[in-house]
């Protein structure tokens, strides 16, 4: 750098030091200028500010006290309308499943009647006369192969609902599922054997929908 740009940029430097100076005393004027400040005024006002501070804080602390008991009333009403809601269905689902399992009664009643009724038609032989009545007999076939196909129909029913005999002829009398009413002795047979049914018993899932009326082997009575 050559000696007149030295010379040029220590004079640019010099009066900008210039106008540092006439700011400053500017400054120092303005403040000369200015009227003393009233502290007991600024302490009134400070006063009156933190007063106002405190009545807001307490109208908040209140606000956010109103409003956490009514989040705490709302969350009480929802967890009671949750328990209510859920004893109505509780409840609902019990008035149904007792509905259903009326009429699966009267459908297994209803079945035990088509099934004795059938058995009378299944055993019933033609003899000598029924031949003059060959229109009679045809009837009764008719009628027996109606109650047969009712009676799959009935228990197809039954099994899409779940609903299921028990299985007790064979095994031991099971008191539980299982209710005695008569006895007879096969000396083949044990003691206390299911020996036959009077009336079916069933099962709905693990439900007992009815027991199951059995005639039991019984050791001979000696006399």
């Known amino acids: 750098m050559d000696a007149e740009a030295k010379e040029r940029l220590i004079e640019e430097f010099r009066a900008c030091l210039d106008e540092w100076h006439q700011a400053d005393g500017d400054a120092d004027d303005a403040l000369q200028d200015d009227s003393p400040v009233n502290l007991a005024l600024l302490f009134s006002e400070l006063s009156v500010l933190r ?6 804080a307490r109208q908040f602390k209140t ?7 009514l989040t705490e009333l709302l969350g009480e009403q929802n ?38 009724a059938l058995a009378s038609v299944s055993g019933y032989r033609p003899g000598f006369l029924s031949r003059l009545a060959r229109k009679e007999v045809k009837l009764a076939q008719g009628l027996g192969e109606g109650m047969e196909l009712t009676l799959r129909r009935l228990d197809d029913m039954l099994a899409e609902r779940h609903v299921r005999p028990i299985e007790a002829i064979g095994g031991r009398l099971d008191p539980n599922t299982m209710r005695a009413i008569g006895v007879q002795f096969i000396a083949q047979r044990s003691p206390g054997e299911v020996l036959s049914e009077a009336r079916r018993g069933y099962w709905r899932d693990e439900e007992l929908l009815r ?12 006399s």
């Open 63 to 69: 606000a956010l006290d109103e409003m956490r008991s």
């Open 51 to 56: 007063n106002e501070v405190r009545v807001e």
């Open 79 to 116: 967890r009671r309308l949750a328990r209510d809601l859920e004893r109505s269905r509780e409840t609902a689902g019990l008035a149904q499943r007792q509905t259903e399992r009326s009429l699966l009664l009267d459908m297994i009643d209803l079945r035990d009647r088509i099934a004795a």
């Open 211 to 222: 027991l199951a009326e059995v005639i039991v082997n019984k050791r001979e009575i000696e």
